[in-house]
T-cell receptor, first 109, second 119 residues
Framework: QSALTQPASVSGSPGQSITIPCTGI?????????VSWYQQHPGEAPKLLIY???DRPPGVSHRFSASTSATTASLTISDLQAEDEADYYC?????????FGGGTKVTVI | QVQLVQSGAEVRNPGASVKLSCQAS????????FHWVRQAPGQALEWMGI????????TYAPKFQGRVTITRDRSTNTVYMELRGLKSADTAIYYC???WGAGSELDFWGQGTLVTVSS
């Protein structure tokens, strides 16, 4: 069965940039912009962060950006802030359903 | 404003069933698909299934096929998810989320419902 793979954790200092890769994206998902990213703070529901591969919903900081190349999607957080400490999940549409990555815990050190 | 209000926490014995609800408001209910996604303690998000705006097309994750039923009621703007044959591994927070298309992003999520399966 298909799977989306993310690193378990990524850390960075305030002001730095970090990138979270998500491998296993299908060619259809990338071509039709069916890749999205979600942010989840402890004890809260997930929140849409990026959709259509690289678009941000209203209210999401421009410090968050994303891209897709071949079978890998990537989320970049620029100018890392304390409030960015959270879990991040990639997701794609596949075969009429949806896949989520295993999640990446971002720690601001 | 957009709201997805989920039903309260549930405790069930192994082998029992649970039916959760997700009531929508602040948008046109019949224009959206709805997903159910669960998250076991300390674990990743796990997709369970999706129902289309008309309620006549439902796709379930293979892992849950035969054990889950997703329905919707446009008279009350509510989506339901029933899970049968509960096991301790089904202890999780269950979320509903809306999407404008079958392949599109989950743009708004409910607050989640904790289901605890324990004897």
């Amino acid at each position: 069965q298909s799977a989306l793979t993310q690193p378990a954790s990524v850390s960075g200092s305030p002001g730095q940039s970090i990138t979270i890769p998500c491998t296993g994206i299908s060619s259809d998902a990338g071509r039709y912009n069916y890749v999205s990213w979600y942010q989840q703070h402890p004890g809260e529901a997930p929140k849409l962060l990026i959709y259509g591969v690289s678009d941000r919903p209203p209210g999401v900081s421009h410090r968050f950006s994303a891209s897709t190349s071949a079978t890998t999607a990537s989320l970049t957080i620029s100018d890392l802030q304390a409030e960015d400490e959270a879990d991040y999940y990639c997701s794609s549409y596949i075969d009429g359903g949806r896949l989520f990555g295993g999640g990446t815990k971002v720690t601001v050190i | 404003q957009v709201q997805l209000v989920q039903s309260g926490a549930e405790v069930r014995n192994p082998g029992a069933s649970v039916k959760l609800s997700c009531q929508a408001s602040g948008f046109t209910f019949t224009s959206y698909y709805f997903h159910w996604v669960r998250q076991a303690p300390g674990q990743a998000l796990e997709w369970m299934g999706i129902i289309n705006p008309w309620g006549d097309s439902i796709t379930y994750a293979p892992k849950f096929q035969g054990r889950v039923t997703i329905t919707r009621d446009r008279s009350t703007n509510t989506v339901y998810m029933e899970l049968r044959g509960l096991k301790s591994a089904d202890t999780a927070i269950y979320y509903c989320a809306r999407a404008w298309g079958a392949g599109s992003e989950l743009d708004f999520w409910g607050q989640g419902t904790l289901v605890t399966v324990s004897s």
